[in-house]
């Protein structure tokens, strides 16, 4: 393994940590909302944690493109018929 590999599972390693974290924290506020019947605590903890989840699958979905291109080609090239065939709709 080179050390440019390494240095990249090292850095999503880290931002998968970080993401849990997020998650972690984002949840603990929501419940702290709900105790305390704070609406505003428990929207910033769903999004705070909500947010942390989809940058986790952002990361993840980045990564099997990275290891198979011509999936993620695919899957571009399919999403983007469906939304034309949506936006197209009058």
Same mark, same amino acid.
């Given at each position: 393994? @080179?050390?440019?590999?390494?240095?990249? *599972?090292? *850095?999503?390693?880290?931002?998968?940590?970080?993401?849990? =974290?997020?998650?972690?924290? /984002?949840?603990?506020?929501?419940?702290?909302?709900?105790?305390? *019947?704070? %609406?505003?605590?428990?929207?910033?903890?769903?999004?705070?944690?909500?947010?942390?989840?989809? @940058?986790?699958?952002?990361?993840?979905?980045? *990564?099997? $493109?990275?290891?198979? %291109?011509? @999936? /993620?080609?695919? =899957? =571009? /090239?399919? $999403?983007?018929?469906?939304?034309?065939?949506?936006?197209?709709?009058?």
């Amino acid at each position: 393994m @080179s050390s440019q590999e390494f240095e990249n *599972d090292a *850095d999503r390693l880290a931002d998968k940590v970080e993401n849990k =974290a997020n998650e972690f924290a /984002g949840e603990a506020q929501k419940q702290f909302g709900d105790f305390v *019947d704070s %609406p505003k605590h428990q929207l910033k903890g769903a999004a705070r944690k909500y947010s942390a989840q989809a @940058s986790e699958v952002v990361s993840d979905v980045a *990564d099997k $493109i990275k290891e198979n %291109p011509l @999936s /993620g080609l695919i =899957a =571009a /090239g399919a $999403i983007g018929v469906v939304l034309g065939l949506l936006l197209g709709r009058k």
